[in-house]
């Protein structure tokens, strides 16, 4: 029986092969969990896009479109709660001090295969933050910190009150968007499975508290497009 490692090779050269997706900066030696897509990928990625574009948001008139930056001060996600627990179990290999996640045991597995002379011994997990880092500034003491978004999700929080505003937007409503988002996977792996680069597509849809207890009604109505 082909193993599935097998398989997902395959399957990614002939996505090369067709003009669906490439390894990201190849001819310089490319980025581990970043991908270019090719004509064929655009346009089916469009497609897709424009298609949610369409169903959840075009076509309804309860639903507001926004486009969020993708930086964003540090403080929205300790805020959100990110910076404590955006996190994923990171073990260090005391050989060549190469990381991996502790939750994976394929990768632990894969990286001891490359000291068979040597016994690997592993660090104590510990907590990673997946946010990526990085400074706004002409200089060192006017830097701010800043993290490109680890999920779309915050942009319409942070808009939240912004579209109230400008729209006057009648309760239930919603808020999407479709953008682009970042995370410092410390082993990104399966092809375009688990990137640090990938785009999401999100609707936020605001009930009142008082409808809490009906919600799954209220979701399968709001699905089915039914009069709400």
């Known amino acids: 029986m082909e193993k599935e490692s097998n398989k997902l090779e395959k399957i990614v050269a002939l996505c090369k092969r067709r003009g669906f997706v490439f390894q990201g900066s190849e001819i310089?030696?490319?980025?581990?969990?970043?991908?270019?897509?090719?004509?064929?990928?655009?346009?089916?990625?469009?497609?897709?896009?424009?298609?949610?574009?369409d169903r959840f948001i075009a076509e309804r008139d309860d639903v507001y479109p926004v486009s969020a930056a993708i930086l964003m001060?540090?403080?929205?996600?300790?805020?959100?709660?990110?910076?404590?627990l955006f996190t994923d179990p990171l073990v260090e290999c005391k050989i060549c001090?190469?990381?991996?996640?502790?939750?994976?045991?394929?990768?632990?597995?894969?990286h001891?295969?490359?000291?068979?002379?040597?016994?690997?011994?592993?660090?104590?997990?510990?907590?990673?933050?997946?946010?990526?880092e990085t400074k706004l500034g002409a200089s060192e003491k006017s830097a701010v910190a800043v993290n490109l978004r680890?999920?779309?999700?915050?942009?319409?929080?942070?808009?939240?009150?912004?579209?109230?505003d400008s729209?006057?937007?009648?309760?239930?409503?919603?808020?999407?968007?479709?953008?682009?988002?970042?995370?410092?996977?410390i082993t990104p792996r399966d092809f375009l499975f688990r990137l640090r680069e990938f785009e999401q597509m999100e609707l936020q849809y605001y009930i009142r508290p008082e409808e809490e207890e009906g919600k799954k009604q209220f979701i399968?109505?709001?699905?089915?497009?039914?009069?709400?």
């Open 28 to 53: 310089y030696g490319g980025l581990s969990g970043i991908y270019d897509y090719g004509p064929m990928g655009v346009e089916l990625r469009h497609s897709i896009k424009q298609y949610f574009w």
């Open 73 to 84: 001060p540090a403080r929205v996600w300790e805020a959100s709660g990110h910076t404590e």
């Open 97 to 110: 001090h190469e990381r991996v996640r502790s939750d994976q045991p394929e990768a632990i597995a894969d």
């Open 112 to 132: 001891e295969t490359t000291h068979k002379k040597e016994k690997v011994e592993w660090t104590e997990p510990l907590k990673f933050n997946l946010l990526v």
């Open 150 to 164: 680890g999920e779309i999700t915050q942009g319409v929080h942070v808009n939240f009150k912004n579209v109230l």
């Open 167 to 185: 729209m006057h937007p009648k309760m239930p409503f919603g808020i999407g968007q479709i953008g682009k988002a970042f995370r410092n996977e």
């Open 220 to 228: 399968l109505d709001w699905v089915l497009r039914k009069k709400i």
